[in-house]
């Protein structure tokens, strides 16, 4: 039996995982398959640079535990192809993907390796009944293949930052924010999260003239009291409350959530009862148990975050610096993340850095590279071939926490090894 990971590898041969931008390809395709994305019954769009699985997760969290059904599809994966797919209440099967990508190979039309996967998608939900159905945008949204909707329910952004300046021109913030919200539909309900105020005074000017409904961030808050975490807005206050939900930008991103689902009529109640139940994997989650735990002490903790942007690693640092425990780190990143500029966050928090290449993406750093850029950062260094070899140089008996960062591709090989 050919398991996820296999046919993921033969998709990735058979399809390029180049990105290329633009709507004709996939539009083609829907055409061809008789427009099967008009089926499905409010569309999300979730839509940022930072923040879109977790605010997604929330949403999805949220309206299923208001008794009604909900679809998603996440970009990327951490370690296995179906959880990109969430239908109703399961991930999509090996086998639906299998007869979805047959059938759209048949069309003969040039696709892009996440354009297919987002014509999956949108094939093995349009066959069921779903209350709502959420897309996460891959890069940016003007020439994003998750852009198929004149007029859907929602479309929300969470923060938005530089990242994947490479793709546009003029590389600016400006020009970042006109491809991620200058194309939103004029027929929706427009959410922004929060913001830079220079990005949201950007986000503004762009949205000046657009039709739909919009909420900006300042229609609620975060409120930190007394050590206690609330959501208020001029309606409710509801207390968020969380083993799992560690940084501010996460809990930014949970309120964005919130708003929107007190929005769609879900109770107070509901999403106060929801909150602790919420859980983002590969995102500031602690590893309590598996393989990993054989190789380090019982005192160590391991730490896992997909961290790779300036945003988010500022945001893992704030957390980080609030431990009371010695931090080491196991750092492998992609070469187009700009790794120098993302190690700098930390302003020497680590006690020791241990770097490693992320397995099979050919677009890794070298654990030397890393080290090199480390070691002008005046960090202690060592580099490893692997998961094991990186624990066994941090391991000891007394307490710390390990911290794997740098890539949600990195993180998806350490679940996937433990």
């Known amino acids: 039996m050919v398991s996820s990971d296999i046919f993921y590898k033969k998709l990735q041969k058979k399809y390029s995982r180049k990105i290329t931008l633009g709507l004709s390809r996939i539009k083609k395709a829907l055409r061809l398959l008789k427009n099967p994305h008009l089926k499905l019954k409010n569309p999300i769009n979730i839509i940022g640079s930072d923040g879109k699985f977790s605010c997604l997760t929330s949403l999805k969290y949220f309206i299923e535990a208001n008794g009604q059904s909900t679809s998603a599809f996440i970009s990327p994966h951490l370690f296995d192809l179906r959880s990109r797919i969430w239908i109703k209440n399961r991930f999509i099967s090996l086998n639906e993907i299998k007869k979805y990508e047959k059938q759209i190979s048949r069309l003969n039309v040039k696709l892009s390796l996440f354009e297919v996967l987002t014509l999956i998608y949108i094939l093995a939900v349009s066959k069921k009944k779903i209350d709502y159905n959420i897309l996460e945008a891959g890069l940016m949204f003007f020439g994003d293949s998750t852009r198929l909707f004149d007029k859907p329910l929602i479309q929300a952004s969470t923060n938005i930052n530089r990242q994947h300046v490479e793709w546009i021109s003029p590389k600016t913030i400006n020009e970042i924010c006109r491809q991620k919200i200058g194309y939103l539909s004029n027929q929706t309900n427009i959410y922004i999260g929060k913001q830079n105020p220079k990005i949201l005074k950007i986000i503004k000017g762009i949205l000046k003239k657009n039709k739909s409904n919009i909420t900006y961030p300042s229609r609620w808050k975060i409120i930190y009291e ?67 735990r054989k190789y380090v002490h019982k005192n160590e903790k391991i730490l896992l975050d997909g961290a790779h942007s300036n945003t988010s690693g500022k945001n893992l640092y704030d957390y980080l610096k609030s431990l009371k ?91 996937k090894k433990n």
């Open 226 to 292: 007394r050590k206690k975490i609330f959501y208020q807005d001029t309606k409710c206050k509801l207390r968020i409350h969380s083993n799992y939900i560690h940084s501010k930008g996460l809990i930014d991103n949970l309120g964005l959530a919130i708003k929107i689902a007190l929005d769609l009529n879900i109770k107070p109640e509901v999403i106060q009862k929801t909150i602790p139940k919420i859980f983002f994997e590969g995102r500031l989650q602690y590893i309590y148990k598996g393989k990993l």
């Open 325 to 415: 425990l010695p931090i080491y780190c196991i750092w492998g990143m992609q070469k187009n993340k700009l790794p120098n500029n993302f190690l700098k966050n930390f302003n020497g928090i680590f006690k020791k850095i241990v770097t490693i290449k992320i397995p099979s993406e050919p677009n890794s750093c070298s654990a030397d590279q890393l080290k090199v850029i480390a070691l002008k950062q005046k960090y202690e260094v060592e580099t490893a071939s692997n998961f094991k070899e990186a624990l066994k140089k941090i391991t000891s008996n007394k307490p710390k926490v390990i911290c794997f960062m740098g890539s949600l591709y990195l993180i998806g090989s350490v679940l």
